[in-house]
Structure formats: structure tokens, C-alpha cells
């Protein structure tokens, strides 16, 4: 379970290289740029040093450098290659991000009965979210279709390979929205947790998610006298919440500073 953990905050370490990345991208200065890292991860990942490293790194290939002996090599190489034919991003986020949850994946075989039971489900929504959100950008920003299937990742709750590969070739969102509801709308209802999506157009990946999360929290009927179970529950509970809060407050309000600080560059 430890381990588990700590792989699970891999996730934040990626955010920090991404916002290394970006923040040196649309020439934020230095102390701009530390001002977006969380080192409170750093700290749990016991990775100070190598935050603080990349932190004064001041080009791309220098960064690309650094990383080649690390778990990201290949995904920082291959995005920062992209993006400099390309000038575009998505790859190299989307690198990482596969990166994660293939690891995350991996991680779930070394977990024990009991840990695997409520764990596995847990990265298999999480999962599909994510492929679903990968899917969602990848249609709103036109990306090459066989590009886009090779960011997608082979665990599924819901919907597997052909249902996926069906979204992929869908070219509008006007389309691909309908659809997710379609696939998702009777799912729930084989293990008898009627829960319906309905999704927001003005949030769409977050009422997406909130669906699963509602699943996940409702297949789970914990027994209080089996402390195991209980215990795991809790922990994943309040992962769970913390990352809501991360991800719909905290990182929001820092995506807009990048995104007004770009602005401004650009106009100069």
C-alpha cells in the first residue's frame, strides 16, 4: 500500500515537470516559476534535489538531458521533439500522462487481495477518465487520429478497446458527447447501482468524472468490523477529495496566471 502511494503521487511530480516546462516556455522568470512548483510532493517522493535541479535548467535541450536516465526520458524526449516541429504541447503532456497511468497499472499486480479488490477498480476509473478526457482534447483540438490512439491506455471499466476505438473516430463533439452518455447511460445498472450521467457542458471532463466517482463510492459497501477494507477505503477516500480540490480549485486558478502571463508575451 505504501508503494502504492507513493506511485500514486507520481502524478503531482509529472505537474511540476509540466509546469517546469511550460513556465519556461512563455519565459517566466525563475523565481516565477518556483512560485507553481509543489515541493510539498517533492518532500513525500523524497526528490527535493531533483526538482531543484530541473528548477535551473534554463532550455529545453537541457531538460531533455537531464531526464534521459529517468522514467520520463522517453516521453520528454519524444515531446519536446514534437513540440519543436510543432510548437505544440498536447504531445508532451499526453506523453506524460500515459506514462503515469501505465505505471500506475503496473503497480496494481504487486498489491496484496484485499489491496487489489478496492484498488484496482480504482485505477481502472481513473483510467478511463483519463482516456476519455484524451479522447475529449484530442477531438476539440483535431489531432491526428492515429496520433491520438496511441496516447489511449489499455484498461478498461466501462468501455473497452472497440467501444473506445468508435470514440476515437467520431470528428465533432457534438457527436462524441451523445455518444459517452449513450455507452455509459446502462452500465451501472448489471451490478444494480442505478446512477445516470448527465453531463455539463460548461464542465464536461468533471461531470464525467463525478459520475465514476459516484460508482466507485456506491460499489463499495465497506463493513465496518473488517479493518482492512475499511482502512484501504479511507485512504482512497480522502485521495479522492484532496485530488477534487487539486484539480478543480488550486490548479484552475494557476492554469489561468500561465495563461495571462502568455497572453502578455504574446502581445509584446
Same mark, same amino acid.
Given at each position: 500500500?505504501?508503494?502504492?502511494?507513493?506511485?500514486?503521487?507520481?502524478?503531482?511530480?509529472?505537474?511540476?515537470?509540466?509546469?517546469?516546462?511550460?513556465?519556461?516556455?512563455?519565459?517566466?522568470?525563475?523565481?516565477?516559476?518556483?512560485?507553481?512548483? #509543489?515541493?510539498?510532493?517533492?518532500? =513525500? &517522493?523524497? /526528490?527535493?534535489?531533483?526538482?531543484? @535541479?530541473? %528548477?535551473?535548467?534554463?532550455? *529545453?535541450?537541457?531538460?531533455?538531458?537531464?531526464?534521459?536516465?529517468?522514467?520520463?526520458?522517453?516521453?520528454?524526449?519524444?515531446?519536446?521533439?514534437?513540440?519543436?516541429?510543432?510548437?505544440?504541447?498536447?504531445?508532451?503532456?499526453?506523453?506524460?500522462?500515459?506514462?503515469?497511468?501505465?505505471?500506475?497499472?503496473?503497480?496494481?499486480?504487486?498489491?496484496?487481495?484485499?489491496?487489489?479488490?478496492?484498488?484496482?477498480?480504482?485505477?481502472?476509473?481513473?483510467?478511463?477518465?483519463?482516456?476519455?478526457?484524451?479522447?475529449?482534447?484530442?477531438?476539440?483540438?483535431?489531432?491526428?487520429?492515429?496520433?491520438?490512439?496511441?496516447?489511449?491506455?489499455?484498461?478498461?471499466?466501462?468501455? #473497452?478497446?472497440?467501444?473506445?476505438? =468508435? &470514440?476515437? /473516430?467520431?470528428?465533432?463533439?457534438? @457527436?462524441? %458527447?451523445?455518444?459517452?452518455? *449513450?455507452?455509459?447511460?446502462?452500465?451501472?445498472?448489471?451490478?444494480?447501482?442505478?446512477?445516470?450521467?448527465?453531463?455539463?457542458?460548461?464542465?464536461?471532463?468533471?461531470?464525467?468524472?463525478?459520475?465514476?466517482?459516484?460508482?466507485?463510492?456506491?460499489?463499495?459497501?465497506?463493513?465496518?468490523?473488517?479493518?482492512?477494507?475499511?482502512?484501504?477505503?479511507?485512504?482512497?477516500?480522502?485521495?479522492?477529495?484532496?485530488?477534487?480540490?487539486?484539480?478543480?480549485?488550486?490548479?484552475?486558478?494557476?492554469?489561468?496566471?500561465?495563461?495571462?502571463?502568455?497572453?502578455?508575451?504574446?502581445?509584446?
Amino acid at each position: 500500500m505504501r508503494k502504492f502511494l507513493k506511485n500514486y503521487l507520481l502524478k503531482y511530480e509529472i505537474q511540476n515537470i509540466k509546469q517546469v516546462i511550460i513556465s519556461l516556455i512563455i519565459g517566466m522568470k525563475q523565481e516565477e516559476r518556483r512560485n507553481n512548483i #509543489n515541493f510539498l510532493v517533492e518532500v =513525500y &517522493l523524497d /526528490n527535493t534535489e531533483f526538482i531543484e @535541479d530541473l %528548477l535551473k535548467l534554463t532550455t *529545453l535541450d537541457e531538460i531533455r538531458i537531464f531526464l534521459k536516465r529517468s522514467i520520463y526520458n522517453i516521453p520528454i524526449r519524444e515531446g519536446i521533439l514534437y513540440f519543436k516541429k510543432n510548437k505544440e504541447i498536447f504531445v508532451l503532456e499526453a506523453f506524460l500522462d500515459q506514462l503515469y497511468y501505465n505505471h500506475l497499472n503496473e503497480q496494481v499486480k504487486n498489491l496484496n487481495k484485499k489491496e487489489k479488490t478496492m484498488i484496482s477498480l480504482f485505477v481502472k476509473y481513473k483510467t478511463e477518465i483519463y482516456n476519455l478526457n484524451m479522447l475529449y482534447r484530442g477531438i476539440k483540438n483535431k489531432i491526428d487520429k492515429k496520433l491520438l490512439s496511441q496516447f489511449l491506455i489499455n484498461n478498461y471499466l466501462f468501455l #473497452n478497446e472497440e467501444k473506445l476505438k =468508435y &470514440l476515437l /473516430n467520431l470528428n465533432n463533439l457534438d @457527436d462524441f %458527447l451523445p455518444m459517452v452518455e *449513450l455507452l455509459l447511460k446502462n452500465v451501472t445498472k448489471a451490478d444494480q447501482i442505478f446512477i445516470t450521467l448527465k453531463i455539463d457542458t460548461k464542465h464536461i471532463i468533471r461531470s464525467i468524472e463525478q459520475f465514476y466517482i459516484t460508482y466507485y463510492f456506491k460499489k463499495f459497501t465497506i463493513k465496518i468490523d473488517d479493518i482492512d477494507f475499511f482502512t484501504i477505503s479511507k485512504i482512497l477516500e480522502v485521495l479522492i477529495k484532496k485530488e477534487k480540490e487539486i484539480k478543480f480549485d488550486i490548479l484552475p486558478r494557476v492554469i489561468k496566471i500561465i495563461h495571462k502571463k502568455f497572453k502578455v508575451l504574446k502581445k509584446i
